[in-house]
């Protein structure tokens, strides 16, 4: 069994992050009935016994003490952290996990990854090091964080190339919080793009996701629970409505949108975690979901995002499911994957379906999705027979579309309109280390790759006939 | 005289499982002493206390599937595996060939040589080994490949024959076609014979002739380890002189490896239904064995849909074969296995006709015939009919095209060539594989 480490930072990250821990924590539970710590809860957290010496570190297969999570929660701010620290989760970090300073980064990228990143440099490695070094067998990183921001953009990109600088064998994955056009940081665009480069020459794979993407769609489930048909209730333990039956009591705003992006990380592990007719291990979603190195953009989509109180699901709603995660309601950036070109995609079914549900649900929606012509059956899928809380099934669809080239091509737009007038780029320039160079390298690195999902996209009009075979002499 | 089982990969300690538990309970359950004493001592050794462990090397490089397994095993009651036959590894191969043949592969060796050492020295004498594994994904793929290079360096006049599982052509690894290329283009070289069951046709079996609703991957797994168990259990074959074959593997490879250019082998069992169904169901050997020949040369591989207006050309046409012309399909050798009650009067003319097969073997020679008078889990009739024939052409021609227009583009070489596998490999693969689908193509 492997363990990954959540490297979560600046505000938003280590709000997600919180969310994160508090699901986690309650979907063990709800599992684990018998106290014992096993292999799947060792994926995420250590099993410590204060009264051992030497650290106190418990094997698999006793009984929990003391959970610890695997995490390292850095922010430039106090806030943040001290409240998760004087919230139900303070049980859960160590004190030694933390990285924090006082006064923030001002929503300047370059603040965050030069100055910040710079100086805390040893200490971030020194932190990852300890983390890694609890863990038997160290599977992958999961770093979370925003875009739009100085501390979550910029220090999160550079813990980003510091972890492939100390643990190249170790995967990158990168939750990536994007702005949305409405974002009320004016510099969000900047920040972004410069952090855009980042992951894409040192990340194994990103998660974008919308924050509007988000609000929509917890809209869409209030609309539900007000709209409910007569005799329907909205199951209220449900992991993704609420954080109700998690640690933490009370709802605080963005604590809904928070816990989809949550469960997106739970649903991704969840067959590293628990077993299954048809495992799926993350090194095997960035094994086939990315097939050349830069363009491993990966669009979520979580259902669904409710259930109704019917215990007997038939199989109509089953396959409502998986019809579901290819709508553009679903997606968790504004995007519509069905208009354009599939390279991969992935789906990953919790709970009680069988490989010929799959099977049938895929040859159904087959003919309406476009797919690349050199991988037209390219599904990678995974059954997990453990469904989240609250649900009977599951299902996360992770694509590798070119639709994600809309995105990246609105955010261009937005960072020229500041660039061209050298809007407050002076904040940028006077910090030591930065070059009006890295703003340019970054706008073509961001160009480059919409280039290379626009020529992807070319192809989907025409028809590509199959390439000529290897002629063997008789 | 015993066979070493080599699990490998999710896949492969899967049906391997259910593959023990078949041939137990066929063992176990019948009422003819030879028939059982010889089966049990081929699959398993007896312990100190009177229990049946498998003769068995369970291997995967991330410990779920095999934990499973082996509890699974233990639950039955009837037999378990050994508790020390088995090796894992923390983290998977990721569904990345290269990563099962060039790192875990080479980085276990010797763990894994120290293991099947120890189960070959249980063994009073070796039969041969049947490594298990599916080729869309990393470890059963690769490790598994890496595996039976290592068997062949070891034991080399020991048989051995692979048994592959391939996926579903609609994909459940996207890199299946790249892993399985890479995957039978090695065999070739290392492998006595390779034995393939397709998951779209057992899938086809489980809806079709089971009737089951909701299939899941032990049905599909059953349904392979029934057809691998009526190939593998006890018979009397001609060469073994009115008491059960004591060399299952090497006749099997006498009879149907006859050319190093031909390995593929395909099964088919008849019948095949629901189990509520049999008791209301009687089976005569004509009816039985008309079919079963039918679907030999319409390259039906189960008994539904059978196409009845293929037959075989007339001798005096010129056959020449293009992969899209024609749906006869061209038998270089075949063996039938036949099961249970009055086989002895069983009719197999049809089988011996030179009309199905190439001209190179006379088709007495071309046919092998196995017996059983026992009945075969729970069929009082059964046949099994395993080919070296035609009948695996088109999926292997449709597997190697995918690749191919996938490597067109260089799509996830890069992952490969990561782990050491650079792209004159992949063409090599290609290549050794284009030269197989050729061979097959011309047969005539």
């Known amino acids: ?474 | 005289m015993s066979v070493v089982t080599v699990q490998l990969g999710q896949c492969g300690n899967q049906v391997g499982q259910e593959l023990f538990d078949v041939i137990c309970s066929d063992a176990r359950d019948v009422h003819r002493k030879t028939y059982s004493t010889v089966s049990c001592e081929r699959f398993f050794r007896e312990t100190t206390q009177g229990d049946l462990e498998a003769r068995a090397v369970l291997i995967d490089m991330e410990p779920k599937v095999i934990n499973h397994s082996m509890s699974k095993a233990a639950k039955s009651g009837r037999w378990r595996y050994g508790e020390t036959s088995h090796f894992s590894q923390k983290q998977g191969s990721g569904n990345n060939w290269a990563n099962g043949y060039c790192v875990h592969g080479p980085r276990h060796r010797d763990a894994v040589e120290e293991l099947m050492r120890r189960e070959v020295e249980h063994c009073d004498m070796l039969a041969g080994f049947i490594p298990i594994m599916s080729v869309a994904g990393g470890t059963g793929s690769g490790v598994g490949t890496f595996v039976t290079q290592c068997l062949r360096d070891i034991y080399p006049s020991s048989f051995v024959l692979n048994h592959l599982t391939w996926p579903y052509g609609t994909g459940e690894v996207i890199v299946q076609n790249y892993n399985s290329v890479l995957t039978l283009a090695h065999l070739y070289q290392l492998s006595d014979a390779i034995l393939v069951h397709e998951n779209d046709i057992v899938h086809k079996i489980c809806s079709q002739l089971l009737k089951i609703k909701q299939i899941s991957f032990s049905d599909i797994n059953r349904v392979i380890a029934h057809q691998l168990g009526g190939v593998l259990q006890p018979t009397l074959t001609p060469a073994s002189c009115g008491a059960y074959s004591r060399h299952p593997v090497g006749e099997l490879m006498s009879a149907l490896a006859c050319h190093p250019e031909y390995k593929l082998l395909s099964v088919c069992t008849i019948p095949q239904m629901a189990s509520s169904s049999i008791p209301f169901s009687t089976f005569s050997w004509p009816a039985l064995l008309k079919h079963l020949r039918q679907m030999l040369i319409s390259n039906s591989k189960m008994e539904g849909g059978i196409d009845w207006q293929v037959c075989p050309p007339p001798a005096s046409a010129g056959r020449s074969r293009s992969l899209s012309a024609g749906s006869f399909n061209t038998s270089l050798a075949n063996l039938l296995i036949l099961r249970g009650k009055d086989v002895y009067s069983a009719e197999t003319g049809g089988f011996e006709d030179s009309a199905i097969y190439t001209s190179w073997l006379p088709p007495d020679e071309a046919l092998s015939l196995w017996k059983s008078p026992v009945p075969f889990n729970k069929y009082e009739k059964s046949a099994t009919l395993v080919s070296n024939s035609q009948a695996l052409l088109r999926p292997l021609d449709d597997m190697v095209r995918k690749a191919w227009n996938m490597f067109a583009s260089r799509a996830y070489i890069h992952q490969y060539v990561k782990f050491g596998i650079s792209e004159e490999d992949f063409l090599d693969s290609f290549t050794s594989l284009e030269q197989v689908i050729s061979s097959y193509s011309e047969l005539q």
């Open chain 1, 1 to 474: 069994m492997t363990q990954s480490v959540v490297v979560q930072v600046g505000q938003c990250g280590n709000q997600v992050g919180c969310r994160f821990w508090d699901l986690a924590l309650r979907e063990h539970a709800h599992v684990n009935k018998r106290g014992l710590y096993d292999e799947a809860l060792s994926s995420f957290f250590r099993n410590v016994d204060p009264r051992k010496s030497g650290g106190g570190a418990c094997y698999v297969g006793g009984r929990i003490q003391h959970l610890k999570a695997r995490a390292v929660l850095i922010d430039m701010e106090e806030g943040v952290v001290h409240g998760i620290l004087q919230g139900p989760l303070r049980e859960v970090f160590d004190s030694a996990q933390l990285l924090t300073d006082v006064s923030g980064s001002g929503n300047n990228w370059a603040v965050g990854n030069l100055t910040y990143g710079s100086a805390y440099r040893d200490s971030i490695v020194n932190k990852l090091r300890k983390a890694a070094e609890h863990c038997d067998c160290l599977q992958c990183f999961f770093l979370i964080h925003s875009m739009g921001g100085g501390t979550g953009s910029g220090l999160g990109t550079r813990v980003l190339s510091l972890l492939e600088e100390e643990f190249p064998d170790v995967c990158r994955i990168v939750t990536a919080m994007y702005p949305s056009a409405e974002d009320d940081v004016i510099t969000s665009p900047y920040n972004s793009v410069l952090a855009m480069r980042e992951l894409t020459e040192h990340a194994d794979c990103v998660l974008p996701v919308e924050n509007q993407s988000l609000v929509d769609i917890v809209n869409k489930i209030s609309l539900m629970s007000h709209n409910a048909k007569p005799g329907c209730v909205l199951k209220k333990e449900s992991t993704v409505t609420s954080g109700q039956g998690g640690v933490s009591p009370t709802e605080r705003p963005f604590d809904a949108m928070n816990n989809i992006v949550a469960n997106l990380l739970l649903n991704i592990t969840s067959s590293s975690r628990f077993e299954g007719s048809l495992n799926m291990d993350l090194n095997e979603i960035a094994m086939n979901l990315v097939p050349f190195p830069r363009l491993h953009y990966l669009v979520p989509s979580l259902t669904p995002l409710y259930t109704l109180a019917d215990v007997n699901i038939p199989t109509r709603r089953l396959d409502q499911m998986f019809s579901d995660a290819f709508s553009k309601e679903h997606q968790l950036i504004r995007a519509d994957p069905k208009h354009s070109l599939y390279l991969a995609c992935a789906l990953m079914v919790r709970g009680n379906v069988q490989v010929s549900d799959l099977r049938r649900n895929i040859e159904r929606l087959r003919p309406s999705l476009p797919f690349v012509s050199w991988n037209q059956e390219g599904w990678k899928t995974g059954l997990c027979s453990v469904p989240p809380v609250g649900h009977t099934h599951s299902l996360l669809a992770l694509a590798n579309n070119t639709c994600v080239k809309p995105t990246f091509m609105e955010l261009r737009e937005r960072f020229t309109k500041l660039y061209k007038k050298k809007a407050h780029l002076h904040h940028y320039l006077h910090i030591d280390g930065m070059e009006q160079s890295a703003f340019s390298e970054s706008l073509s690195s961001l160009s480059a790759l919409i280039e290379e999902y626009h020529h992807l996209d070319a192809t989907k009009a025409r028809l590509i006939p199959d390439a000529p075979r290897l002629s063997i002499a008789r």
